[in-house]
């Protein structure tokens, strides 16, 4: 489903008085509907690809802060050309670099904040507030208000309105204007904090907005891998919900390599595991670590040692099972063109199973996203063993739908699955990146 604007064109009025005019628009019931009482979602929208690619021409504008596809298409353009690694994913923020010094051909319409997702809006929320940071240092507040209501067609029932509010302007017009946060997010309604970009940038500011009573979404597959798993663990252990849509996107292949295990003759295998190899796309490495550390808080292993090999890329780690025997697990960066959009999408696992007492029991388990990779996977004397093979179809959604399910199935607390898993995965890459 395609995003849809707001009700009218919004209206620019001086921050201080948005609060006001929100309750006399409520009050007064224009919409003959009161407004939703749901949530609250703030979302940090920098949009610097799209601001870029539109300023130099490379694509249409308006700025709407999605990722649609001629923007996908164009980043993968600018990797070939600028002789970027080909397994850079089309998000990176390598991309970015590469187009900061070409000259602007356009000053695009900025519409960040106005396209409301339809997966988002069919969930009723009663204010969605974007932060729209512009590139250029000379572009001061601008405060925004509209109000919008969900399509007809996305539900059955009497629909309730929200409102939207844009903060537009470079970031340090930005950190001035957001006093404004604390009367339009009222204590009664569960405030999200949606933070769409890199964790790397604006550190202060994510600060200011990621308060311990509000709830955070991150993505940790954009940013420097220690900077991500450190930020987790930290939020987690302080209590606060916090979600990650890197994990999220796990989330296949965990179901999957747990149904393999779910017969009654395979599940001993699992106390059997010797070997784990996990192929990722490129360098970042945050989502093969975060599946390595479920695996060991699953089965209850623990971290010996952990190292990037000398001269390759390759991650090992070390791991002591329950009855003592070892476990190595692998972090295979891969070359491959074309890649998912998100860094280091986990493409392929190998786990290997060798019972000590019955050798001829030995076992390879193989998942892939498709059939190229398993291939790949079976080589290296696998001809001996009883061979598991499952391809996982990787889901292809708009990052707007993932932070929609999360929005919908999410109870206000982090996952106990990920809360244990993020401090193994925090130490996991602490040791084999903090020294490189």
Not at 200 to 216: M, Q, T, V, Y
Request: glycine share 6%; aromatic share 4%.
């Amino acid at each position: 489903m395609s995003p849809q604007l707001t009700l009218q064109s919004p209206l620019e009025l001086p921050p201080d008085e948005i609060p006001k005019y929100l309750d006399q628009l409520w009050s007064k019931d224009h919409l003959e509907n009161n407004g939703a009482n749901t949530f609250c979602l703030l979302i940090w929208q920098p949009a610097w690809l799209e601001q870029h690619l539109v300023r130099t021409g490379l694509i249409p504008g308006p700025i709407i802060g999605t990722n649609r596809q001629d923007l996908i298409e164009a980043s993968r353009k600018v990797i070939l050309e600028r002789e970027l690694p080909h397994s850079t994913a089309a998000l990176d923020i390598k991309v970015n670099a590469e187009l900061e010094s070409l000259e602007d051909i356009n000053k695009p319409e900025d519409l960040r904040g106005q396209h409301i997702d339809s997966a988002i809006s069919a969930l009723e929320p009663r204010r969605l507030i974007t932060l729209a940071p512009t590139l250029q240092k000379s572009e001061g507040l601008k405060s925004l208000v509209a109000a919008y209501c969900p399509l007809p067609e996305e539900t059955n029932t009497k629909t309730a309105c929200g409102d939207v509010v844009v903060l537009r302007g470079h970031q340090t017009s930005l950190k001035k204007g957001l006093g404004i946060l604390q009367p339009l997010l009222p204590d009664d309604l569960p405030s999200w904090v949606w933070w769409n970009g890199s964790l790397d940038e604006s550190p202060d500011l994510l600060k200011d907005l990621a308060l311990p009573h509000r709830r955070i979404i991150i993505d940790t597959a954009l940013g420097n891998p220690l900077n991500c798993m450190r930020f987790l663990k930290q939020r987690i252990e302080e209590g606060q919900a916090i979600n990650d849509l890197n994990w999220l996107r796990l989330r296949t292949w965990r179901e999957t390599l747990a149904m393999v295990f779910d017969p009654p003759d395979k599940r001993n295998a699992l106390n059997n595991i010797v070997q784990i190899d996990i192929d990722i796309e490129g360098d970042n490495y945050v989502q093969g670590v975060l599946f390595a550390a479920w695996m060991a808080d699953r089965l209850n292993w623990q971290l010996k040692n952990c190292q990037r090999e000398v001269g390759i890329e390759i991650i090992s780690a070390e791991f002591t099972r329950p009855d003592g025997n070892p476990v190595t697990i692998k972090i295979i960066p891969l070359p491959i063109g074309k890649p998912s959009i998100h860094p280091g999408q986990v493409v392929g696992i190998r786990m290997i199973c060798n019972p000590n007492l019955n050798p001829s029991k030995k076992m390879c388990v193989i998942l892939a996203s498709q059939s190229g990779e398993c291939m790949r996977l079976e080589s290296g004397g696998m001809a001996n063993m009883e061979l598991l093979e499952e391809v996982v179809p990787i889901p292809i959604t708009a990052v707007e739908a993932d932070v929609a399910r999360l929005l919908r199935t999410s109870r206000g607390s982090t996952s106990p699955l990920l809360s244990s898993a993020a401090p193994i995965g925090a130490e996991l890459i602490n040791l084999a990146l903090a020294n490189k």
